[in-house]
């Protein structure tokens, strides 16, 4: 018997509710995507960004050249923070597709973090691709969450 037939009124609406956070959750992070990978852009366009330097003046770096990377490095931690919350609730949602979805996502944002702070040592192009290319993969992977709770919600399948 399949165990949604099996679960009580409330369950169900529990379940429903944490769906949809993982929605909201999962759009607002697309969103946050879309202005980073703006922001990047400008970075890439209009910044000269001095390489080399030890970590601790990688991050110095990153807030005295000016407000674009300011706000481009503060959203880029804000991303991570939102990344691994999405994997929280995915995990608390109990929906495998979308776990992995959101785990994917994080290793993305991750991946991008890294490579623009090997950007910063370095000004490689290699490096600006690759955010560019874990930006992309990230937001495809929370516009799939995107379905996955829309779809499973309207539905009710699991």
């Known amino acids: 018997m399949n165990r949604d037939v099996q679960a009580t009124p409330a369950a169900q609406q529990a379940a429903e509710r ?3 956070i993982v929605g909201r959750a999962s759009l607002g992070a697309a969103v946050m995507l879309v202005v980073q990978y703006g922001l990047g ?3 890439n366009l209009y910044i000269a960004v001095p390489t080399g330097g030890s970590a601790g003046s990688t991050v110095g770096r990153a ?3 000016g407000p ?3 706000a481009h490095a503060v959203l ?3 991303l991570v923070l939102t990344a691994v919350s999405l994997v929280v609730r995915a995990v608390l949602a109990r929906q495998r597709a979308i776990i992995v979805l959101a785990s994917l996502g994080l290793l ?3 991946a991008a973090a890294g490579n623009g702070v090997s950007f910063l040592h370095s000004g490689a192009d290699g490096e600006s691709l690759g955010m560019a290319i874990a930006t992309g993969v990230a937001l495809l992977c929370y516009i799939g969450i995107l379905f996955a709770a829309g779809f499973r919600a309207r539905t009710g399948s699991g």
């Open 18 to 20: 944490r769906l949809g």
């Open 41 to 43: 852009i400008g970075v």
């Open 63 to 65: 807030f005295s050249n």
């Open 68 to 70: 674009l990377l300011a």
């Open 76 to 78: 880029g931690v804000l």
């Open 108 to 110: 993305a944002i991750l």
